[in-house]
């Protein structure tokens, strides 16, 4: 019934998917980074945003109905690129299953990943990935704290966040599956393309993508963590 469950959610997520469609989801995710950082005592600390070399956004992930614990959701993911660069072409994805955070709330909730480092980012480019089974994962910091901060930082691959009727918080999120969307890839690009063919290569972003990749832009300037190498 759990798989049944995510199948129907999944299906109805992607019947009628256009342009339009992906275009206000990637808005919705631009959205949920300004309401974030918009509270810097109550965010994300920029100095971590900063260092890392991807960020996983899914707005308005839903708790399936009759069903305990099946979630899924639609989100995008978008990766560094050379210093001067900033961030790459987002790529979509989905994610079914695992903790998210429900427990502070609501039928829904906003989740987003950092991803620290090059071995975290390069499970993002794999075609399946269990966060928690195959990467480590932490609860990220909230706020200004630098010690928490600086830990965090070391220690884990990914740091996740959840977001539901305004609480906001970090969460060890686990057991969370992530895929290529390549259905709103094709609506975003023309054609079905991978999270790795998109984030890894030169493609431009498309005209949608200039929100997003603003609101990135204002919270993780490049200069503050020059020693980060890009994702390749």
Not at 72 to 77: I, N, Q, T
Request: overall charge neutral.
């Amino acid at each position: 019934m759990y798989i049944l469950c995510l199948l129907i959610l999944s299906a109805f997520a992607a019947f009628g998917a256009d342009v339009k469609e992906v275009t206000e989801r990637m808005d919705n995710a631009a959205d949920v980074m300004a309401e974030i950082m918009g509270t810097p005592d109550k965010g994300i600390p920029e100095d971590l945003l900063s260092r890392a070399n991807c960020i996983v956004i899914v707005p308005h992930l839903k708790k399936g109905a009759f069903i305990v614990g099946a979630t899924y959701g639609k989100g995008f993911v978008t990766c560094r690129k050379e210093a001067a660069a900033g961030w790459s072409a987002p790529a979509a994805i989905k994610i079914e299953g695992g903790s998210v955070g429900f427990q502070i709330g609501g039928e829904e909730t906003d989740v987003v990943m950092l991803v620290m480092n090059e071995k975290g980012a390069q499970r993002l480019m794999s075609t399946k990935f269990t966060v928690g089974a195959e990467g480590e994962v932490a609860a990220g910091p909230v706020g200004r704290s630098t010690s928490a901060q600086t830990d965090a930082g070391m220690r884990a691959e990914i740091l996740s966040y959840s977001r539901s009727r305004g609480v906001f918080a970090g969460i060890a999120l686990k057991g969370a599956t992530l895929r290529p969307d390549e259905d709103d890839n094709q609506a975003l690009y023309g054609k079905r393309l991978t999270t790795k063919e998109i984030v890894n290569s030169d493609m431009k972003a498309p005209a949608g993508a200039a929100k997003l990749l603003a609101e990135l832009g204002k919270h993780s300037m490049r200069e503050k963590s020059a020693d980060r190498p890009a994702t390749k």
